[in-house]
């Protein structure tokens, strides 16, 4: 497992210190409806705030104005280069950086008074371990705001699923459904405060414009979505809208809290 | 740059969990429990058990 966990680790280095930037602007990160929704519902108030996987740092900025500072942490040291950036394009000053990896967070027990994670635990070797550390962290009363792209519930479809995913970025590793996140969560001891889901627009030809993506996987991407199973079809919603071909992506949101 | 205050009091070694050293340079954090040694880079701790020195070979490369 350390092996799997230290591979998925150095394929997430290797992909995200090359393409840091374009998660300054990238549609799904920078502007989904979940980037305001995870303030709304945390709604911190004051104190330390951490948010996990920070990327370009959008979820840790959207809560800085609320907290009596934020923690930015990422394993990527050339993304924390871009949250920097994005932090100055911002104009936000109440953050500091840290280089950390989700699964051994480098921060004391009850350390912070809030955690978030935003559309990142599926790139995580181990998402237990993950989530074990973001409540250690926590202070008692403290609260955990998850939010990640979610997998059907019947296995074979969270596969087809996963494998789509998979497709169009290497680093991906699991998607899990809305049921098994909250269990994750209160095996992590935290009490599921509330749940939603939300539905975002993904349009196909912005998703696929990856540099490593080849025209054939570009072909076997749009196959998967033009032939999909009853379940896909329901889960992805594929279809034309405004002149494009679009289709959904769900992400499962999670407040939770330490007793 | 040098590494934040308040950063550094709730900084733990993500190994053994526990507070850590700021090097007399500023520009490493130390765990004794561990033995591992930590950079400071343009201000970031870099917390990366992969990236980390050991003790004994950094305590080496300062004498």
């Known amino acids: 497992m350390a092996d799997d966990s230290s591979k998925q680790r150095r394929k997430v280095q290797e992909i995200y210190s090359g393409d840091s930037d374009y998660y300054i602007t990238s549609t799904p990160h920078a502007k989904s409806s979940s980037l305001t929704r995870a303030a709304e519902i945390l709604r911190p108030a004051g104190g330390v705030h951490l948010d996990v996987a920070t990327g370009a740092g959008h979820t840790a900025f959207q809560m800085a104005p609320a907290c009596g500072w934020v923690i930015a942490s990422d394993l990527t040291q050339g993304m924390l ?3 920097r950036k994005n932090g100055a394009q911002k104009g936000v000053a109440n953050y500091r950086l840290l280089c950390t990896d989700s699964e051994n967070i480098a921060l004391r027990d009850g350390a912070v008074d809030s955690v ?5 635990p599926h790139h995580f070797a181990d998402v237990q371990k993950a989530i074990d550390e973001m409540a250690r962290v ?12 979610i997998a059907p519930e019947e296995p074979p479809e969270a596969k087809r699923y996963n494998d789509f995913e998979a497709v169009r970025d290497p680093s991906h590793n699991r998607c899990d459904s809305l049921p098994v996140l909250v269990e994750m969560i209160e095996n992590a001891g935290l009490r599921i405060l509330y749940t939603e889901t939300i539905r975002k627009r993904m349009d196909f030809e912005e998703w696929v414009a990856r540099p490593h993506l080849t025209d054939a996987d570009k072909a076997d991407l749009r196959n998967f979505l033009d032939d999909p199973t009853p379940a896909i079809a329901y889960w992805l919603n594929p279809r034309d809208e405004d002149g494009a071909f679009c289709f959904d992506e769900l992400e499962g949101v999670i407040l939770a809290q330490r007793p | 740059m040098t590494i934040d205050k308040e950063l550094l009091e709730i900084l733990a070694c993500p190994v053994s969990k526990k507070p850590l050293e700021l090097s007399a340079d500023g520009n490493f954090l130390v765990c ?12 970031i ?12 070979e950094w305590e080496k490369s300062q004498a």
């Not at chain 2, 004794?32 to 201000?43: A, F, H, N, R, T």
């Open chain 1, 81 to 83: 280069e871009s949250t």
């Open chain 1, 116 to 120: 978030s994670v935003r559309i990142a």
């Open chain 1, 138 to 149: 926590l202070k008692p009363g403290g609260k955990l705001i998850y939010i990640d792209n």
């Open chain 2, 32 to 43: 004794k429990e561990s033995k591992l040694v930590y950079k400071i880079q343009d201000g």
């Open chain 2, 45 to 56: 701790p870099i917390m990366l058990v992969d990236e980390a020195i050991p003790l004994d």
